[in-house]
């Protein structure tokens, strides 16, 4: 892999899956930018993954994708590159951040919710509830490969409960008691975004923000592990019509898409077998409460 510190434009260091590398392609596409591509596969997903080598590392040093690499400075954590990249670029593209200081407010508090924010506990949001909902997959992945093998790579994540945690889901499925924590706060969540939608708007501030591209990421893994039932079947009619109206945007197949990739494709059928996720009626419950 090589350094792009030096480069000038934007470059991206992305895993094509990854819920966060698809916010920040989303802003970028929404914006009409070009950028360079440096995919890094997980190894959570494949052994000889990228993001624990010393040169990605160097890059960003807690092993996360995605990075966004702008004129040589590196900006981390998606919520924080897409605002980046809005604020950036003010005159190109979708304006994604709300001229009313009230919804520019209420911008950030559902960005706070729907970020993977490492520091927070798992479950505690939308944004950390959804990758437990999704560990399946990832254990599915991480089991194709040799155990000592992925335990000895992991050793090397800078980040203490990502080390222990994906080296736990090879012994173990997720405990029930947070699985049940991130099943209820996504049907809470959904249920915040139901009412919210029920206003009127076409998106979630109205006009079309960084909080509906997280929205869209978030969504598209709900259909992934096999929770698209949720964004479809009409208990939740406002969710059903913006799940309609993001994916009608030309950001969503630029960005989500046409990134499809075969490892995570191969795991999404192995796991859920064409079949409703165990989670579905459980997470529907609390949303249509
Ligand atoms: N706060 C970071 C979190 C990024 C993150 O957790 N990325 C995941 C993929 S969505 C990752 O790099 N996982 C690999 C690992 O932890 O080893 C962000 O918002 O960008």
């Given at each position: 892999?090589?350094?792009?510190?030096?480069?000038?434009?934007?470059?991206?260091?992305?895993?094509?899956?990854?819920?966060?590398?698809?916010?920040?392609?989303?802003?970028?596409?929404?914006?009409?930018?070009?950028?360079?591509?440096?995919?890094?596969?997980?190894?959570?997903?494949?052994?000889?993954?990228?993001?624990?080598?010393?040169?990605?590392?160097?890059?960003?040093?807690?092993?996360?994708?995605?990075?966004?690499?702008?004129?040589?400075?590196?900006?981390?954590?998606?919520?924080?590159?897409?605002?980046?990249?809005?604020?950036?670029?003010?005159?190109?593209?979708?304006?994604?951040?709300?001229?009313?200081?009230?919804?520019?407010?209420?911008?950030?508090?559902?960005?706070?919710?729907?970020?993977?924010?490492?520091?927070?506990?798992?479950?505690?949001?939308?944004?950390?509830?959804?990758?437990i909902?999704?560990a399946p997959?990832?254990?599915?992945?991480?089991?194709?490969?040799?155990?000592?093998?992925?335990?000895?790579?992991?050793?090397?994540?800078?980040?203490?409960?990502?080390?222990?945690?994906?080296?736990?889901v090879?012994?173990m499925p997720v405990p029930s008691?947070l699985a049940?924590?991130c099943?209820?706060?996504?049907?809470?969540?959904?249920?915040?975004?139901?009412?919210?939608?029920?206003?009127?708007?076409?998106?979630?501030?109205?006009?079309?923000?960084?909080?509906?591209?997280?929205?869209?990421?978030?969504?598209?893994?709900?259909?992934?592990?096999?929770?698209?039932?949720?964004?479809?079947?009409?208990?939740?009619?406002?969710?059903?019509?913006?799940?309609?109206?993001?994916?009608?945007?030309?950001?969503?197949?630029?960005?989500?898409?046409?990134?499809?990739?075969?490892?995570?494709?191969?795991?999404?059928?192995?796991?859920?077998?064409?079949?409703?996720?165990?989670?579905?009626?459980?997470?529907?419950?609390?949303?249509?409460?």
């Amino acid at each position: 892999m090589s350094i792009a510190m030096h480069e000038a434009g934007i470059t991206l260091y992305h895993y094509p899956e990854s819920l966060c590398s698809q916010m920040v392609r989303l802003a970028l596409e929404e914006k009409g930018l070009s950028w360079k591509s440096h995919p890094i596969m997980l190894n959570d997903v494949v052994l000889e993954g990228d993001n624990l080598t010393p040169e990605y590392l160097a890059i960003n040093p807690k092993g996360f994708v995605p990075t966004l690499v702008h004129n040589g400075k590196p900006v981390y954590d998606s919520w924080v590159i897409i605002d980046y990249i809005d604020r950036a670029n003010p005159e190109s593209g979708t304006q994604l951040t709300p001229k009313d200081p009230f919804n520019r407010e209420r911008m950030k508090a559902l960005m706070v919710e729907a970020s993977l924010d490492e520091s927070k506990f798992f479950g505690v949001s939308l944004g950390t509830a959804i990758p437990i909902l999704s560990a399946p997959v990832i254990r599915y992945c991480i089991k194709q490969q040799p155990f000592l093998q992925f335990w000895w790579k992991y050793r090397k994540h800078p980040v203490f409960h990502r080390r222990w945690g994906a080296r736990l889901v090879t012994l173990m499925p997720v405990p029930s008691l947070l699985a049940a924590k991130c099943e209820r706060t996504t049907g809470l969540a959904l249920r915040n975004i139901e009412s919210l939608l029920a206003s009127g708007g076409d998106y979630l501030l109205g006009e079309y923000s960084q909080a509906d591209i997280m929205m869209t990421a978030h969504f598209h893994r709900l259909e992934d592990v096999a929770l698209g039932a949720l964004l479809a079947d009409g208990q939740l009619p406002n969710i059903a019509a913006y799940w309609r109206r993001v994916q009608a945007r030309s950001s969503y197949s630029k960005a989500i898409v046409d990134w499809h990739e075969p490892n995570w494709r191969k795991a999404l059928q192995a796991v859920f077998k064409g079949e409703a996720s165990p989670s579905l009626d459980r997470i529907r419950k609390i949303a249509v409460a």
